[in-house]
C-alpha cells in the first residue's frame, strides 16, 4: 500500500554544496546551497535566492563550490544559518582560504573537493536566482584520492535529507554504473 503527500517534493540525494564568493573589498564569503547539481558535462547548476553570494557572483562573475563532509557538517551547516552581509562566516568558522588560480574565488582549504567556476549565467526569476557555472579547474585534496581519482568513500560527502531535514553521508557502493545492469540487456 502507498500513502499519498500530495505536492510534496523529494529529490535525493541533495549535495551540500557550499558556494565561495569574493565581495568588492576582497573578503571571502561561504553559503550553504542544497538545490543545485550537475547541469551538463561541465556545468552547474545552482537555485539561490537573493543573498550577499548572489551580490558577488554579480560583481565578480566567479565562485567556487565546495562539498560539505561529515568532518565540516558543524562549520557547513553554519553556513547556511547566518547572513555574510553581518559577519565574515570564513573567519568565524576558524577557516581558512586560498584564492583560486582559476577564478576570481577563493577556495576554502578545509574541503578537500572544490569546483572553480565561471558564472555563465545568472537568470533572475522575481522569485530568486539560477545560477549556472562553467567549471574550469576541480581541485582535490591528496587525502581524498585512490589511483589518482576522487574517491568518494574517503571524500564522505553528506546530503541534505529534505525529509527529515537532516544531513546524511553519501559513501557505500553498491554497484559498477553501466555494468551491474548488463545482464539484463536483451540479445
Given amino acids: 500500500m502507498r500513502k499519498n503527500f500530495g505536492q510534496k517534493t523529494i529529490i ?11 565581495d568588492e573589498n576582497g573578503v571571502p564569503n561561504a ?3 542544497a538545490w543545485g ?3 551538463d558535462a561541465n556545468e552547474i547548476f545552482v537555485s539561490l535566492s537573493k543573498h550577499k553570494t548572489t551580490d558577488n557572483l554579480l560583481l ?3 565562485f567556487t563550490v565546495s562539498f560539505a563532509t561529515a568532518e565540516t557538517v558543524t562549520e557547513s551547516d553554519y553556513f547556511g544559518m547566518e547572513s555574510g552581509r553581518n ?3 570564513i573567519e568565524a568558522a576558524g ?7 582559476y577564478v576570481d574565488a577563493p577556495v576554502i582549504d578545509q574541503y578537500p573537493l572544490t569546483l572553480e567556476c565561471r558564472v555563465k549565467e545568472l537568470q533572475d526569476d ?8 562553467e567549471v574550469v ?3 582535490a585534496d591528496e587525502s581524498i584520492l585512490t589511483d589518482g581519482e576522487v574517491d568518494l568513500g574517503k571524500l564522505r560527502p553528506i546530503m541534505f535529507d529534505s525529509a527529515a531535514n537532516k544531513y546524511r553521508v553519501i559513501g557505500e557502493a553498491v554497484g559498477d554504473a553501466f555494468a551491474c545492469g548488463a545482464g539484463l540487456i536483451q540479445k
Fill in 126 to 133: 522575481k522569485e530568486g536566482y539560477i545560477l549556472i557555472g
Fill in 87 to 89: 559577519v565574515n562566516k
Fill in 37 to 39: 547539481g550537475q547541469y
Fill in 95 to 101: 577557516f581558512t582560504v586560498t584564492k583560486s588560480e
Fill in 60 to 62: 565578480k562573475q566567479a
Fill in 12 to 22: 535525493t540525494p541533495l549535495p551540500v554544496l557550499i558556494l565561495a564568493t569574493y
Fill in 137 to 139: 579547474n576541480m581541485s
Fill in 31 to 33: 553559503m550553504n546551497a
